[in-house]
């Protein structure tokens, strides 16, 4: 599942699940609406990605490399080791800033829901 918002200068992809050759049918989809979108910032939240292949980072390069094309940029936040690594193997790891200050929050394994932490 991907989800977008926006801001007036920033666009938030949030992605859950796969992001794989089993998905790649929707990509086109969301890469002609981010860049539709016109932001100068793109933000994507990778926190609750469970798989990323080859496929999953071109759908990623696509979107950095299109912002970049127009001056933008292309922040990766919550991206784990694999992620990166997939990234670095496709040499596209230049293309992305890293957050590496994001925290994700905790999901719980069956939902991937956010925990709520008790008060």
Not at 36 to 57: E, P
Not at 75 to 94: I, Y
């Amino acid at each position: 599942m991907i989800e977008i918002a926006t801001s007036p200068a920033t666009t938030t992809l949030v992605i859950a699940g796969d992001l794989d050759l089993a998905e790649r049918d929707q990509f086109p989809e969301l890469t002609a609406r981010v860049v539709g979108l016109r932001r100068q910032l793109l933000v994507i939240d990778m926190c609750r990605v469970t798989f990323m292949d080859s496929t999953g980072a071109a759908f990623l390069i696509s979107l950095a490399d299109a912002g970049r094309k127009r001056g933008g940029a292309t922040v990766l936040r919550g991206c784990d080791d694999r992620d990166l690594f997939v990234l670095e193997v496709c040499g596209a790891l230049d293309l992305f800033r890293i957050d590496p200050e994001h925290e994700c929050n905790p999901v719980t394994p069956a939902t991937g829901v956010p925990l709520v932490p008790s008060v």
